[in-house]
């Protein structure tokens, strides 16, 4: 079993920047997936293979990935970018998720 | 644009089997990878897993070999066994359309099971 830990949290006031960490035993090596979850919605990619956005997603979304950390930056994040974040990756076939980041914006 | 919807029943006794629906429209089902994934209500993601039109397919070992997927390219709809339920797998359960480099890039709504007596 792989593990990827994210903060429980994260608080950002509006216009600011936010970053979200994931963390896992060389992650940096591994194919690593955002997912921003509202309430009651499904989740949605907004990162794909580490850095990529896909079509529709805001350019404020970004990521990077190396070393142990793996990062979702929002850079001025808005209201409706509260949400849950996940990130996620695959380890010997099976697909791990991280344990969600609820991200405020005050 | 592609669009999925999972469909099965609601409540489901302890011990016995969930079996849900995924129906795929506006794309066909006959290439990619398709998931199953499970959130317990107010909790995180937990990958159930996929199955290609091919036959291939693989799950989480965490599951004790109870799940069973296939797959209907003629009806264009994917579908999830769970034997042996129990109240632990009370969830919104998701299906999804993915592939290890790209990620799950289209996701339904989910359909709620509830394993009770």
């Known amino acids: 079993s792989y593990e990827v830990t994210q903060p429980l949290s994260v608080s950002v006031a509006l216009g600011q920047t936010a970053r979200i960490t994931c963390g896992g035993s060389?992650?940096?090596?591994?194919?690593l997936h955002w997912y921003q979850q509202r309430p009651g919605q499904a989740p949605v990619l907004v990162i794909y293979?580490?850095?990529n956005r896909p079509s529709g997603i805001p350019e404020r979304f970004s990521g990077s990935n190396s070393g142990n950390t793996a990062t979702l930056t929002i850079t001025g994040a808005q209201a409706g970018d509260e949400a849950d974040f996940f990130c996620?990756?695959?380890?010997?076939?099976?697909?791990?998720f991280g344990t969600g980041t609820k991200v405020t914006v005050l | 644009q592609v669009q999925l919807q999972e469909s099965g029943p609601g409540l489901v006794r302890p011990s016995e089997t969930l079996s849900l629906t995924c129906s795929v429209s506006?794309?066909?089902?006959?290439?990619?990878?398709w998931h199953w994934i499970r959130q317990p209500v107010g909790q995180g993601l937990e990958w159930i897993g996929r199955?290609?039109?091919?036959?291939?397919?693989n799950h989480n070992p965490s599951l004790n070999s109870r799940v069973t997927m296939s797959v209907d390219p003629s009806t264009n709809k994917v579908f999830l066994d769970l034997r042996s339920v129990t109240a632990a797998d009370t969830a919104l359960y998701y299906c999804?359309?993915?592939?290890?480099?790209?990620?799950?890039?289209?996701w339904g709504q989910g359909a709620l099971v509830t394993v009770s007596s």
């Open positions: 060389n992650i940096g090596s591994k194919v």
């Open positions: 999804a359309r993915g592939q290890e480099a790209s990620g799950f890039d289209h």
């Open positions: 506006g794309g066909s089902i006959r290439t990619l990878y």
């Open positions: 293979r580490n850095t």
């Open positions: 996620q990756v695959w380890d010997n076939n099976i697909a791990f």
């Open positions: 199955i290609h039109p091919s036959g291939s397919s």
